[in-house]
């Protein structure tokens, strides 16, 4: 009998039973995580950034730099599950130190007295054996809110009657400027120079000829407007037939009455509506770039209307206006009168 090599003998033993081994083992494969819809975006956004880099990720996910860079700070390749959202709850919280006593009695006195804060609180609450501060009462007034236990009663809107208005109304639909003097908007602006003087600005405009005035009071009340309206009568070129106005104060009371005893229509805007008196608005634009950035000289009342009226001259006499085909506002109105007057 022959006998068997070494190399065979080895493979014979290791076919039997106990003493067989596996001369490969297979791979563990791990579980694969389930990501959240903003995970999988964020891993999206970090591998593109990887491949194309950071300014085309921003342009195409649309995020910012400073969040792909913090993106990939956190991202872990062997751990996708790092790019989820972390809780932004605080690490640490302020512990309870109060008792349920405290907060019982703290609802009834609350609850006896439904408008009373916290500081008006704390005195009663001595009283009653409660050491707490202020500010733990207003901690437990907010727990309490939180929980549905205190019920704040409800608020009574409170409506202001509107001022009567006798004479002013809104402005017809169908009411549209034709010639000058159909319709003058006025408005007011508050001015801050800097020497830090506080001045109101009375500014009034013709809607078709473009003609302005102006004038600068210390204040602006009904009486002021007033004042400036009798200006306006004295010295405006042009007949005024309707005035255009907001909803200020100044415009109401001695100024209306001036409007009714003049018969003139006053015409108030609707609130928050300042495009509707946007020929007075441009003009207020273009005095404060015009004349105030350029104005270096004393701010006494006589003469910085001198100064304004001035201003005022050049504007109606010697500024070509764009909306008049580069004509003066005067004139404009001298043309105006010439068409008017070749058409009788």
């Not at 972390?86 to 006593?101: D, H, I, L, M």
């Not at 019920?151 to 409506?159: A, D, F």
């Amino acid at each position: 009998m022959s006998k068997r090599s070494k190399k065979q003998r080895g493979a014979a033993f290791r076919g039997h039973g106990h003493g067989m081994q596996l001369a490969r083992r297979m791979p563990w494969v791990p579980d694969i995580p389930t990501l959240s819809e903003a995970a999988k975006r964020r891993l999206q956004v970090v591998e593109f950034s990887l491949k194309r880099g950071v300014a085309m990720a921003c342009e195409a996910f649309g995020v910012s730099r400073s969040t792909v860079y913090r993106w990939r700070k956190q991202y872990q390749p062997y751990r996708v599950t790092s790019l989820e959202p972390r809780s932004r709850a605080p690490k640490t919280t302020r512990p309870v130190r109060w008792t349920w006593e405290d907060e019982q009695r703290i609802l009834t006195v609350r609850q006896q007295y439904p408008r009373w804060g916290k500081r008006k609180l704390l005195p009663m609450l001595r009283e009653q054996g409660c050491t707490l501060s202020e500010a733990t009462v207003g901690r437990i007034l907010a727990r309490l809110k939180a929980a549905g236990r205190l019920i704040e009663p409800k608020r009574m809107p409170v409506r202001r009657p509107r001022p009567l208005r006798p004479h002013a109304t809104r402005k017809p639909k169908d009411y549209q400027p034709q010639r000058p003097g159909d319709l003058l908007q006025i408005d007011t602006v508050h001015l801050t120079t800097r020497e830090g003087t506080q001045l109101r600005q009375f500014s009034a405009i013709d809607v078709i000829s473009r003609v302005a005035a102006v004038t600068v009071r210390r204040s602006a009340t009904a009486g002021t407007a007033r004042a400036f309206l009798e200006e306006l009568l004295d010295r405006y070129p042009i007949r005024i037939r309707a005035i255009q106005v907001d909803g200020g104060s100044e415009f109401m009371a001695e100024f209306e009455d001036a409007c009714a005893a003049n018969d003139i229509p006053v015409y108030v805007l609707p609130p928050r509506s300042p495009k509707l008196n946007g020929r007075v608005e441009r003009f207020n634009r273009t005095s404060q770039e015009e004349f105030w950035h350029c104005y270096d000289g004393d701010l006494d009342l006589v003469a910085a209307n001198a100064a304004l009226r001035a201003w005022e001259a050049t504007y109606n006499h010697v500024r070509p206006h764009q909306a008049l085909q580069m004509q003066t506002p005067l004139d404009y109105l001298r043309s105006f009168a010439t068409q008017q007057l070749s058409h009788m």
